[in-house]
């Protein structure tokens, strides 16, 4: 939802120019032009400042910059209302860029293209903390983030300093990351002003904190407020800070607290008097002298002093800087369409171009693509040649290269592979130490091979593998397939070597297991090698044994015993080997080799009988291990070449791609050369010359803007010396002046607007004589040159170009006036008066001027006043009116100061000698006195005081002035916020500071003033409280924004809520603050009545003496961060427009600025809609949201009716509301774009009723409870409007239904005020018939709503009905992005006063940008081909199916992206053939088959394209009528880009130039028929018996 509430070559080397007007910049109305009027500093002789010079970097006044991890969200930054300079809460764009390119890389591309569905790819965790300045700065602390410095910088207090010479961090929410301590973990604090948590902090202060906290509170559900000790001691509980009588009963108390009284009392001065006052003090960087190196003769350095300049209630610094007068360049960023910026390089419109000696390769190639190539000869044409022969050098030479490199590799491998021979035994020696090396490494020899290797050869092949492999990178891989493949040596391959282990073991197992005697055991042992049947052989010895155990049980008992138990369990039964194999133990199978081996080895120590067993087994094993090495050797081989040959080839191809880059940067620096000097002959020095840095291809945020190209260069212009003036003004804030309005004693606290400053020069030679502020947008400034001197009067934005263009009001000839002249200003009754001194006369002559017409129209004859100087006319310094009469002061050379009347035509017979040493005379804009400031003896500064009731009758008063005014360079007398806040303000260019003295001045005469007397509630308990704020702000946060709104933002179904917590942290005990807390809440709910749900009572509240961001918190709402920021984004309005000077001003991302203004002075409504910019809602309704139906509510009315206040209640938005006008204009919030109706002359009015009715679904507007006012006045702007813009020519627009919320009505006015309503509406519907502004602009739909009063709890529950009210009306903006669209396009009709169909330029922009695409659409399928992005709707942002794959299809002028080169019909269709499934079975069918085959192919793709194309333009002009023209125009473009496509893919079919194949080139082409084939014939040789291979080969002929 959308609810509704701005060493380039001398030209002339060493020649001066005596004279030369500036020249304009070539172009007409179809461009957006930005110049930078910083003209370079000491060009010196035709000596143009060196291009690409980067200034030193200077240090950051953000402290921001050096604390790691943290980002800005939100910035508080000064902007200019009616009412006065207001704070106001803005996103910061480039901290918020780096958050999110950090955690999600290119996601933020600008500020109108984020990507949030990619951030959403991440979460976030994010803990809100608020609190005591110095206890955020120990979080900081304790997370790591700071050194001493900036600690003690975030710590400092702010002053006058801050940000200027000493970095600060600005107020405002800030992210920090704080991953490391938690997964997804953020905190966002809330950094303060320095008067936040001060519960009398003022109401700007007071404004800002709750705003923040609003925030703070919608981003964060768990809150931590960090009190530090100081605050905790200042925490007032309950009734213990009371005054005054206790009063139980509270709701006297809340009665009384609404008791103010007043008092009109009269000033009780009785003598003339005036009095000295610190005033305000601030420095910056405009209060400094502008370099003054090498300046001219006849200039001096007091010339670029920086001044003051004035108006009655305006101020301003004048910064002065010398331009030399050889060659002047301006700064020119200049954006402009592809066809307007091939026009204005053509030599007709921009005669003189230079290239900058600098300009980037990339700038080349735009320029030559824009066309600037044609005005250079032959130059593009033969270095595209030569390009290209450079181009078949390089792929020759790199084929040569590749060949060596193959030649190499198989040298290294041979030698590497030999080296093999020798390692591998190395490595696999140390696996069996029992093998010898020697035999392993002879086993891998070659028969013819030396077997013996000496130690020196052996050691050189070890250490060429070693280093083989290390240059790999393949070692560590090559011993692990090693050791792998030697563990797996396990088992003999034939079964005699599995007998020999067998029999082995078992013998093994028998001997070990009994104690048979030397000469059996030797028994055994010859069995292992018999050739008879083992086990045969093996049973009969065992019955031979058995034998002989029989008559040893014959003998000794005891031995009968021993062999019993030694010997027949394990021979069993004799002729039993089964049995014996029975009782060998399960542990004993067979060995693998390596066991096998080691165990024959020890046996053969001990038996000698083992050593055949131990021969074999070794010879086994290696013919084992040899075959393992010749694997691994092969393994290691193809490997360590594949690494080598990659590795050579990148190498290859890195050497040639830097050799590519060096030549095709030579080439490009040949053709940079070629191109300049082809330029700098041509340059004629007394004409302008474009000299070009920079340019750049532009597409934009915003996807129906036609494709655009940026420009950067400079204007050189060959022109005479002059002074560059840049005007800052000074801004007060609204809070000083309404503060100022009550006080005149208040002392205001200016600062200097940036973004609202204004330039214009004047030549050397020409003086400025004045330079005077009128009202709050306007100037006076004389020029006086050797002849003449004339008055320009404009807008303040307007008069540079006034001044360039010579508009001046007056002219006048000295030779007439004289060359000593003086002007006077009044601004009550808009006079000026000239002064005028020539030989023997000295006259006066009045003007008047008019502040809407900036006219100046002379008031009748010259008055002579030369008989009242007998004798000679003296020289004057100083000429003044007296405030609100029609006197004027002269004051003389000399000091003498007289009073002259315009309406008498006499002098006062009293004059003044205001004496010498006088430095200036200023008269205060109250009509109070005049000032005089001296020089004394000592130097010091000296004031005196002369009020006009006693002029010449008494002496004055002389008042101190400090040492410090006595440095300052130039000083002016003006009033600051009020006429009687009379302000004496001093530069000092030194110090860069600017200062004043408050000159209270009080007269003779009675004055009455209207004061506010202490509150008449003494009796009651009142409570004072210094800190409290800290836990009120809470409060104050539910009292100005809803709780639990009828429309609100619901949370992201992948969102995890968790339940709302404030954890109060302080050292300082504050053991009652929960109960605090819930008393809080129940006065609340008790007071306003607000509907909470419950909402206040489940916020779960808690404290603690200390808390640590490290410690882990599950407990925290969990979000996707893409849409996280859309809900931070879609929290803060943005200012969309104001109005003034009876024009509609639309804002640049929300700030007002004078440049970005002037920019669409005499724009078209295409070219205002290409340039108007909505901040971050951009990539809100052009991607995120773009799919979303959208409902505008709209809050009009007049001033503090209670507008902001109704609409955040009813759709949860956040506007600030007051009484000073925060809210001017025309604002944008999604779930607000409202106008306020004040201090605005009729047309202002109408534009903002007019914008906000036109696009409005549900119009509130609220009006005051007064049955006496005249309704038809009430609504003349709505009236007004049907009469500019004809909603029955603008259908789409005014659908809204109009609901008039009468605000204050008790219940029993409720049916006579309905009554009384409905009856004048009654009259202005029969007085206006079917003209009346409610059929035509609300379709006759309105409702009259009696509002209750607030605080009742009938105020808030109507927000519900009201919500029904509004549901039912029809959404007419069915997508985010057509709305984002209408909303510009009627904001650039307004600006351009074009009164026309709205549908027409809806269609006329969409045909725009359909019509820059289609080519890409076409040949691509996509609308931006170098980014990839697809065909979409350019409504709601989703995307056209495409089935019609990458295909490239040609047509006529199209580029490939790629390499920005001109597509090649040939490789186009060799693209298409490729991705044909048939391609490769043309040698399968007959040539007709294949080629007609093809021919269907091409068509079916084609028109596969061809349909996508034409679906994303039906999609993407359905809403338009298709009789409108540039709706039909499209699709006649269409319809001849599909016939050139389609022939582009018919085939030629005639006969191959070179075979009998037919043609597969394109129809049309030129040059020879081709086939597309090597042109033989790959069929199989028809003569078989000639070939005596197996397989018979291709024919292979032609």
Same mark, same amino acid.
């Given at each position: 939802?959308v609810?509704a ?9 060493g ?8 020249s ?5 109305n179809?461009?957006?032009?930005s ?8 060009l010196?002789?035709?000596e143009?400042?060196?291009q ?6 200077q240090p ?17 930054? &000064?902007?200019t209302?009616?009412?006065?300079s207001?704070?106001?809460v803005v996103i ?5 860029e ?16 984020v ?19 110095s206890?955020?700065?120990g979080?900081?602390?304790?997370l790591?983030?700071?050194n ?10 702010r ?10 961090m600005?107020?405002?929410?800030y992210?920090v ?10 905190y ?7 008067t ?5 902090a003022?109401s ?9 906290m ?5 981003l ?25 009588n ?14 103010y ?29 502008s370099?003054?190196?090498n ?8 010339q ?19 331009n ?6 301006s ?11 091939? &026009?204005?390089?053509?030599s ?7 290239l900058?000696?600098?300009?980037t ?9 824009l ?10 044409a033969?270095w595209?040649?030569q390009c290209?022969?450079e ?7 790199i ?8 030649a190499?590799?198989d ?9 093999l ?6 490595q ?7 093998l ?18 000496g130690?020196?050869e052996?050691?050189d092949?070890i ?5 083989t ?12 397939s ?14 005699d ?8 073991l ?5 001997l070990e297991?009994s ?38 049980n ?8 021993m ?37 024959l ?7 000698p ?5 131990k021969?074999?087994v ?24 594949s690494?080598i ?32 000097s ?8 007394t ?9 750049t ?9 036609e494709?655009?190209f ?13 002074f ?11 809070e ?6 009550m ?20 030549r050397?030679g020409?003086?400025?004589q ?23 009067y404009?807008?303040l ?10 508009r001046?009001?007056?002219?006048l000839?000295?030779?007439?006036i ?5 002007i ?17 006369s ?18 009748g ?10 004798g ?25 100061s ?12 009293k ?18 006195s ?19 009731a ?5 002496p ?8 410090w ?18 302000q ?21 005469s ?15 308990k ?5 800190? &409290?704020s800290?836990?009120?702000c ?28 404030i954890?109060f942290?302080? /050292? ?29 009572h ?7 003496a ?5 410690g ?11 849409d ?16 003034g ?31 108007l910019s ?12 773009a799919d979303?139906?959208?409902k505008?509510?709209t809050?009009?009315?007049?001033q ?17 509301g ?33 914008l ?6 549900f ?7 007064a ?11 709505f009236q ?5 813009l004809?909603p029955?020519s ?25 009554k ?19 059929t ?8 009259i ?13 109507l ?25 510009k ?5 307004? /600006?351009?006063?074009d009164?026309g169909a709205?549908?027409?330029n ?9 019509l ?17 992005e697809q ?26 992206p ?8 040939d ?5 298409l ?24 192919h ?12 034409h ?34 893919v ?7 130039s ?8 394109q ?5 020879n ?6 042109h ?13 291979e ?9």
């Amino acid at each position: 939802m959308v609810t509704a509430a701005s060493n380039i070559t001398p030209l002339v080397p060493g020649e001066k120019l005596d004279s030369a007007a500036p020249s304009q910049m070539p172009g007409g109305n179809d461009s957006m032009l930005s110049v930078d009027q910083n003209t370079e500093q000491n060009l010196g002789h035709g000596e143009i400042a060196p291009q690409g010079e980067i200034p030193a970097t200077q240090p950051s006044m953000d402290l921001l910059d050096r604390i790691k991890g943290m980002y800005r969200l939100l910035d508080l930054v &000064n902007d200019t209302a009616i009412g006065g300079s207001v704070d106001k809460v803005v996103i910061a764009q480039e901290s918020i860029e780096s958050l999110a390119n950090t955690i999600q890389p290119n996601s933020y591309s600008s500020m109108t293209k984020v990507d949030f569905r990619a951030l959403d790819k991440h979460a976030i965790r994010p803990q809100g903390v608020y609190g005591s300045k110095s206890s955020i700065v120990g979080f900081f602390e304790e997370l790591g983030r700071l050194n001493a410095e900036t600690r003690s910088l975030l710590l400092a207090p702010r002053d006058e300093a801050s940000g200027t010479n000493r970095p600060f961090m600005r107020p405002g929410l800030y992210l920090v990351d704080a991953r490391e301590a938690d997964r997804d973990l953020f905190y966002v604090v809330f950094w303060p002003e320095e008067t936040t948590w001060d519960d009398d902090a003022g109401s700007s202060v007071s404004r800002n904190r709750v705003t923040f906290m609003r925030y703070l509170k919608k981003l964060c559900d768990q809150l931590v407020c960090l009190i530090s000790e100081e605050h905790a001691q200042n925490l007032v509980w309950g009734d213990e800070g009371t005054e005054g009588n206790v009063d139980d009963d509270i709701e006297d108390d809340d009665v009384n607290e609404r008791l103010y009284a007043f008092s009109v009392e009269q000033t009780q001065s009785q003598e003339d008097s005036a009095s000295v006052h610190e005033g305000f003090s601030f420095q910056h960087h405009s209060i400094s002298v502008s370099n003054a190196c090498n300046l001219p003769a006849g200039i001096s350095s007091e010339q670029l002093l920086p001044r003051i300049v004035v108006g009655e209630q305006a101020q301003g610094i004048l910064r002065v800087e010398y331009n030399h007068g050889e060659y002047g360049r301006s700064k020119v960023n200049m954006k402009r369409t592809r066809k307007a910026m091939i &026009n204005y390089l053509k030599s007709d419109q921009t005669p003189q171009i230079q290239l900058g000696e600098h300009i980037t390769r990339d700038s080349l190639s735009v320029l030559l693509e824009l066309g600037l190539g044609t005005r250079c000869g032959d130059i593009e044409a033969s270095w595209v040649a030569q390009c290209a022969e450079e181009s078949d050098k390089r792929a020759s030479s790199i084929e040569d290269r590749r060949k060596a490199d193959i030649a190499k590799v198989d040298e290294t491998m041979r030698k590497f592979r030999a080296s093999l021979k020798i390692w591998l035994p190395n490595q696999a020696s140390s696996f069996f130490p029992s093998l010898s090396e020697e035999a392993l490494i002879a086993s891998l020899m070659e028969e013819g091979s030396p077997q013996q290797i000496g130690a020196e050869e052996r050691n050189d092949a070890i250490r060429d593998v070693e280093n083989t492999l290390s240059f790999a990178s393949w070692r560590q891989n090559a011993v692990s397939s090693l050791e792998n493949k030697l563990k797996r040596i396990s088992e003999a391959s034939g079964p005699d070597y599995r007998d020999i282990k067998t029999r082995c073991l078992e013998i093994r197992f028998i001997l070990e297991n009994s104690t048979l005697d030397e000469k059996v055991a030797q028994q055994f042992l010859d069995l292992l090698f018999s050739e008879g049947n083992f086990e045969s052989l093996f049973n009969n010895l065992c019955a031979s044994v058995s034998s002989s155990s029989a008559t040893a049980n014959q003998g000794d008992g005891i031995a009968r015993k021993m062999w019993t138990t030694a010997s027949s369990w394990l021979l069993g039964t004799p002729g039993k080997r089964q049995l014996v194999l029975k009782k060998m133990p399960a542990t004993a199978s067979i060995p693998n080799d390596i066991s096998f081996w080691k165990s024959l080895e020890r046996d053969a120590r001990l038996n000698p009988a083992y050593n055949e067993a131990k021969e074999l087994v070794g010879n086994h094993l290696i013919h084992e291990i040899k075959n393992t090495l010749i694997y691994v050797r092969n393994e290691i081989t193809q490997k360590v070449r594949s690494v080598i040959s990659r590795q050579m080839t990148a190498i290859r191809e890195k050497d040639f791609e830097e050799g590519r880059k060096v030549e095709l940067d030579d080439a490009w620096n040949r053709l940079r050369e070629r191109m300049r000097s082809f330029f700098a002959p041509k340059i004629d020095a007394t004409r302008s010359c474009l000299q070009i840095t920079q340019i750049t291809r532009e597409t934009g945020g915003n996807r129906h803007v036609e494709e655009s190209f940026r420009l950067i260069g400079w204007e050189i212009k060959p022109r005479l010396a002059d002074f560059r003036y840049t005007f800052f003004p000074m801004e007060i804030k609204a809070e000083d002046l309404q503060q100022v309005s009550m006080n005149a004693d208040h002392i205001c606290k200016p600062g200097i607007s940036e973004h609202r400053k204004q330039t214009f020069e004047i030549r050397v030679g020409t003086t400025l004589q004045l330079f005077r502020l009128i009202g709050k947008d306007g100037c006076i400034v004389v020029l006086q040159d050797r002849d003449s001197l004339r008055i320009f009067y404009d807008s303040l934005s307007g008069i540079s170009n006034a001044i360039e263009k010579d508009r001046h009001k007056k002219l006048l000839h000295l030779i007439r006036i004289g060359h000593e002249s003086l002007i006077a200003v009044e601004e009550t009754r808009r006079h000026l008066a000239l002064l005028s001194r020539k030989s023997g006369s000295l006259q006066i002559n009045l003007y008047s001027y008019d502040e809407v017409s900036k006219t100046l129209a002379s008031r009748g004859s010259a008055v002579d006043i030369s008989e009242w100087y007998p004798g000679r006319i003296p020289s004057f310094r100083d000429f003044h009116f007296i405030p609100n009469t029609d006197e004027l002061l002269l004051v003389e050379a000399g000091g003498m100061s007289r009073v002259f009347s315009l309406m008498t035509q006499t002098f006062r017979s009293k004059k003044v000698l205001l004496g010498p040493n006088l430095l200036s005379v200023s008269v205060t804009f109250d009509g109070a006195s005049l000032l005089a400031l001296y020089k004394g003896e000592d130097s010091t500064l000296q004031l005196r005081c002369l009020h006009w009731a006693s002029f010449g009758e008494q002496p004055g008063i002389q008042l101190p002035v400090p040492a410090w005014a006595s440095s300052s360079k130039s000083v002016a007398l003006s009033s600051v916020g009020n006429r009687k806040n009379n302000q004496l303000i001093f530069l000092d260019p030194d110090q860069s500071q600017i200062s004043s003295l408050f000159i209270k001045i009080s007269c003779k005469s009675s004055a009455f003033t209207f004061k506010a007397n202490k509150h008449d509630t003494e009796h009651v308990k009142r409570r004072v409280t210094v800190n &409290n704020s800290l836990i009120d702000c809470h409060a104050d946060v539910w009292t100005r924004f809803p709780i639990a709104p009828p429309i609100r933002r619901e949370l992201s179904t992948q969102a995890i809520a968790r339940p709302s917590t404030i954890h109060f942290v302080s /050292k300082w005990p504050i053991p009652m603050l929960e109960a605090y807390f819930r008393t809080m809440v129940t006065d609340f709910e008790s007071k306003t009545r607000k509907p909470t749900d419950g909402i206040l009572h489940k916020i779960q509240v808690s404290t603690a003496a200390q808390w640590s961001p490290h410690g882990l918190n599950k407990e925290i709402t969990v979000s996707q961060l893409g849409d996280w920021l859309v809900g931070l984004m879609c929290l803060i309005p943005i200012h969309l427009a104001v109005t003034g000077s009876n024009r509609f001003i639309p804002l640049k991302d929300g700030v007002n600025n004078n440049e970005f203004e002037g920019q669409l002075l005499g724009a078209s409504v295409m070219q205002i809609v290409q340039n108007l910019s909505f901040g971050w809602y951009e990539s809100i309704f052009n991607s995120y949201l773009a799919d979303l139906p959208v409902k505008v509510v709209t809050s009009m009315g007049e001033q503090s009716v209670g507008k902001s206040y109704a609409l955040n209640h009813f759709v949860d938005t956040s506007f600030a509301g007051s009484a000073m006008r925060c809210t001017e204009g025309v604002w944008l919030s999604v779930t607000p774009t409202r106008v306020q109706s004040i201090e605005r002359s009729p047309q202002e009015d109408m534009l903002l009723v007019l914008l906000n009715t036109a696009i409005s679904n549900f119009v509130l507007f609220r009006n005051n409870f007064a049955l006496s006012r005249n309704i038809a006045d009430l609504f003349a702007s709505f009236q007004s409007c049907i009469s500019v813009l004809d909603p029955a020519s603008n259908p789409k627009l005014f659908q809204s239904r109009l609901e008039i919320i009468i605000k204050d009505v008790i219940a029993s006015d409720t049916e006579e005020m309905v009554k009384e309503f409905s009856l004048k509406f009654d009259r202005i519907v029969k007085e206006e018939g079917a003209d009346n502004f409610i059929t035509k602009l609300h379709k006759g739909h309105l409702g009259i709503i009696p509002w209750p009063v607030i605080e009742s709890s009938l105020f808030y529950k109507l927000f519900n009905s009201l919500r029904k009210r509004f549901m039912r009306q029809p959404v007419t903006h069915p997508h985010g992005g057509a709305f984002l669209v209408l909303l510009k396009t009627l904001m650039a009709k307004l /600006k351009a006063n074009d009164w026309g169909a709205l549908d027409q330029n809806l269609a006329a922009q969409r045909a725009q940008y359909l019509l820059s695409i289609i080519d890409d659409a076409l040949c691509f399928g996509l609308s931006e081909p170098s980014s990839g992005e697809q065909l979409k709707n350019c409504d709601n942002d989703q995307p056209i199916p495409n089935n019609s794959g990458e295909d490239i299809f040609f047509l006529q002028d199209v580029k490939n992206p790629s390499d920005g080169k001109l597509l090649d019909i040939d490789i186009c269709l060799a693209g298409l053939r490729t991705h044909w499934s048939e391609h490769l079975r043309r040698y399968r069918m007959t040539e007709q088959e294949y080629v007609q085959s093809y021919q269907n192919h091409l068509e079916s793709v084609s028109t596969t394209r061809v349909n996508l194309v034409h679906e994303w333009l039906k999609v993407n002009t359905s809403r338009f009528p298709a009789s409108n023209a540039d709706i039909g125009n499209v699709f006649r473009v269409y319809e001849e880009k599909v016939k050139e496509l389609k022939l582009m893919v018919v085939p030629c079919m005639i006969t191959c130039s070179s075979c009998g194949l037919l043609c597969l080139r394109q129809k049309y082409h030129n040059g020879n028929h081709d086939c597309m084939t090597n042109h033989k014939c790959h069929t199989v040789c028809e003569f078989a018996d000639d070939h005596s291979e197996e397989e018979i080969p291709p024919c292979d002929m032609p």
